[in-house]
């Protein structure tokens, strides 16, 4: 038999884009500071205590090697140390990103997420803020590798008022960073901060590439959302 070179050929290719009507399933996610994510479900992924070990290790590291004669053999093995452990951490958040990306690829033909580079210009730019944000880009930049290898849409959404609206009823409801919990005087909706974010994010992704909402339907991760 002949190979079918063609065949061969297109099996290598990038698949295209899952067609918008036969997108089943779709997830809404707010990148935030308490939790990694939160999922429109409510859904959260923390970020890894070994991860965070490794953080206070790299302090504690930085620490001493402040105390040391700056040239000496000591502070030079103590530098060494610390550029080692950078490494570590780097590969540990490069793998949490990958495995993270992986799992919403997984369950989800449609993943909303928040627009970072926007966010960057509409928020304030303090340092440890902007630190924050270039982390979370990376992880979008990955999701957005693994998502096109199968064909997984990723819609970033301006994140304009996804935190400030109820999820519910639209009504802008004003909150600091500080406040955890939205909670709607118009409809009464009480819900995670995150949570009311992830929902907002996901219709509007879901709105821009023109699906609608089952009325009945819940946003379910795993269960077909529309009508
Ligand atoms: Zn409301």
């Not at 530098?79 to 990103?97: C, G, S, V």
């Not at 009311?196 to 077909?224: T, Y």
Request: aromatic content about 4%.
């Amino acid at each position: 038999m002949v190979p079918d070179v063609s065949f061969s050929l297109e099996d290598k290719s990038v698949p295209s884009l899952i067609s918008t009507e036969n997108i089943k399933t779709a997830v809404g996610i707010d990148v935030g500071l308490k939790e990694f994510l939160t999922t429109n479900t409510g859904e959260t992924i923390s970020v890894p205590k070994f991860y965070r070990k490794s953080q206070s290790n790299l302090a504690r590291k930085q620490k001493k090697v402040s105390r040391k004669e700056i040239g000496s053999n000591n502070w030079r093995a103590a530098q060494n140390r610390i550029a080692r452990l950078h490494q570590h951490i780097a590969r540990q958040r490069e793998d949490f990103h990958y495995k993270t990306a992986h799992k919403l690829v997984r369950e989800n033909d449609l993943i909303a997420v928040e627009d970072l580079n926007i966010r960057g210009l509409a928020r304030n730019t303090k340092l440890s803020k902007s630190i924050y944000d270039v982390a979370r880009g990376a992880f979008i930049e990955k999701l957005n590798a693994v998502a096109v290898k199968r064909g997984i849409h990723v819609i970033k959404v301006s994140p304009h008022n996804t935190s400030q609206n109820c999820s519910n009823c639209g009504h802008k409801v004003p909150k600091t960073l500080s406040v955890r919990t939205h909670s709607c005087p118009k409809c009464k909706t009480v819900l995670d901060r995150d949570e009311n974010a992830a929902i907002n994010i996901l219709n509007k992704a879901l709105n821009e590439v023109g699906i609608i909402l089952s009325a009945c339907g819940g946003l379910g991760v795993s269960q077909p959302v529309f009508a």
